[in-house]
């Protein structure tokens, strides 16, 4: 049989009649069990989702919830390094299990299956696709009540598998104050709508910078537009987060468990709600 091109007025294959449209949505790994997937995603890079998915990942372990990360971000994976994680990933006939952290936070990254962490992928998008399908259908996530996926940034093909291929519960967007920014993550939000996918949280992250000599917030790369987008598009729970040397020195340090900010306690509400 012909590959199919699904343009069925032109094919003399009988394939009868589809009445119902056909899930592309991945097998979790029968030995696996996970509750809730929350997507971070972003307009564009170099924004900190990575580390908003992190900090999101260690503050849910903490309320005692089961706590998982997948790092969706093939060509960049930093996950491991915040988590400080240096061991492979190991499996069995049954799948590859994910390596835990120092507080129990299940994690899976390509780093953790190379045999040096800075060795470059690349790779073309199919690959790239394939790989995060098999970090749902091969890996055994025990007893999950939240995965976070780290997605890759930007609305491409990428973003489109993940969104189609998993269970999405909900997304939380990262965006920084500048204006270009606001743009670009209006366009991932709008992406996310066509997908019909819950958005729960807007997190303005580098929002501002404290002062260490005076204790006044600046907001060096422009005025917040946090609010202004959460209004326009119905996004309940925000958050803004500093520009903060000592919190990236702590994350490269492979300490992110040990942050605690109350400045993502309304994203955390809403997201233990969908968990519930």
């Not at 930093?78 to 994680?85: A, D, R, T």
């Not at 995060?132 to 890759?152: A, G, H, N, S």
Request: glycine share 8%; hydrophobic share 40%.
């Amino acid at each position: 049989m012909a590959e199919c091109t699904h343009d069925c007025s032109s094919c003399s294959q009988n394939c009868g009649e589809r009445k119902e449209p056909q899930s592309l949505l991945e097998k979790l790994n029968p030995h696996a069990r996970v509750k809730k997937v929350i997507a971070v995603c972003s307009g564009k890079g170099g924004v900190g989702k990575s580390m908003v998915t992190a900090l999101l990942a260690a503050a849910m372990q903490r309320k005692g919830l089961r706590a998982a990360v997948l790092d969706g971000d093939i060509t960049g994976p930093s996950i491991p390094k915040m988590f400080g994680v240096t061991e492979r990933a190991q499996g069995d006939q049954s799948g590859v299990y994910p390596v835990l952290s120092k507080t129990g936070v299940q994690l899976m990254s390509l780093n953790l299956l190379l045999d040096n962490e800075t060795d470059p992928v690349i790779w073309r998008g199919p690959l790239i696709t394939g790989t995060i399908k098999q970090f749902w259908t091969e890996v055994i996530w025990d007893d999950v009540d939240v995965l976070f996926v780290d997605m890759p940034p930007g609305t491409g093909d990428v973003t489109l598998t993940i969104f189609q291929s998993l269970p999405v519960d909900g997304i939380v967007f990262v965006s920084s104050p500048q204006e270009l920014v606001g743009m670009i993550v209006e366009k991932a939000v709008k992406m996310a709508q066509m997908m019909n996918v819950l958005i729960a949280a807007l997190v303005e992250n580098m929002s501002y910078f404290v002062c260490p000599d005076c204790g006044k917030e600046h907001e060096i790369f422009g005025k917040s537009r946090v609010q202004e987008l959460a209004q326009k598009y119905g996004i309940a729970a925000t958050a803004r987060l500093p520009l903060s040397p000592d919190m990236a020195a702590t994350a490269d340090r492979g300490g992110v468990e040990g942050l605690a900010l109350d400045n993502l306690n309304e994203v955390l509400a809403v997201l233990e709600k969908i968990q519930k």
